[in-house]
């Protein structure tokens, strides 16, 4: 099936063709501005999805993630990609970020990332995978890999506990991205789409 990726970054765009490789041809769209201003990480990724279709009229697949604190529920989640402007860079507001927990005193560093996937095949035929990764916030930035929070994310599950910017093949094969994806793939299988 041939699908238009609502988004116009091309990293996301690359990325979900080789993740998608054997199952779901992805095109790239014009950018639409969507006012992401849903309460989810399922309800945002809906409204891309809606908007692109509504536009083009054709299957659609959206995404939607963050990375979510269990201390700081607030901050960060939903709004991720919106968490202090003012910094030009994602290695100032990791540090903003860890200097939070300091400032705070805050010892409970537990986090996950998430990732749903929207599937807008019609106004009748909408799906939703997601994808989570478990883990903890380093209190030091680590490694040079991959992008935005990724220096300062230890997956619980990597077998010596090296984050994600440290080991972004290690996060390509099992982190939430993935996890989400498998989940779509699975359901095409079943459902005779791919
Ligand atoms: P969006 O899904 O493009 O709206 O991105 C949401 C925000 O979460 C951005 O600020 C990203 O930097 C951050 N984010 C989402 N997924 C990841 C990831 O896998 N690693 C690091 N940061 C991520």
């Known amino acids: 099936m041939k699908v ?3 988004s116009s ?3 996301k765009v690359e990325e979900f063709q080789v993740l998608f490789k054997d199952s779901l041809e992805i095109e790239k769209a014009d950018k639409i501005e969507v006012i992401e201003d849903g ?3 399922f309800e945002n990724a809906h409204l ?3 908007a692109y279709f509504e536009k083009y009229k054709k299957p ?3 995404d939607d993630s963050g990375l979510c604190l269990e201390a700081f529920p607030l901050i960060l989640g939903i709004h991720s990609a919106r968490y ?3 910094l030009a860079s994602y ?6 970020l860890i200097d939070h927990y300091k400032n705070e005193e805050v010892n409970n560093f537990n986090s996950h990332f998430s990732c749903v996937l929207c599937l807008y095949i019609s106004e009748k035929e909408v799906y939703f995978f997601e994808g989570i990764s478990e883990g903890k916030i380093s209190q030091t930035l680590r490694g040079h890999q991959g992008f935005g929070y990724d220096p300062l994310f230890i997956p619980t599950h990597h077998p010596e506990q090296k984050s994600f910017s440290e080991d972004s093949e290690w996060k390509f094969e099992n982190g939430h991205r993935a996890k989400a994806v498998q989940e779509l793939k699975k359901f095409l299988k079943e459902a005779r789409l791919s």
């Open 91 to 96: 290695t100032d507001k990791c540090i903003a």
């Open 60 to 62: 659609v697949l959206s």
């Open 48 to 50: 891309k999805a809606k």
């Open 4 to 6: 238009i990726l609502a």
């Open 9 to 11: 970054n091309d990293h």
């Open 84 to 86: 202090k402007p003012e």
């Open 39 to 41: 309460t989810s990480f």
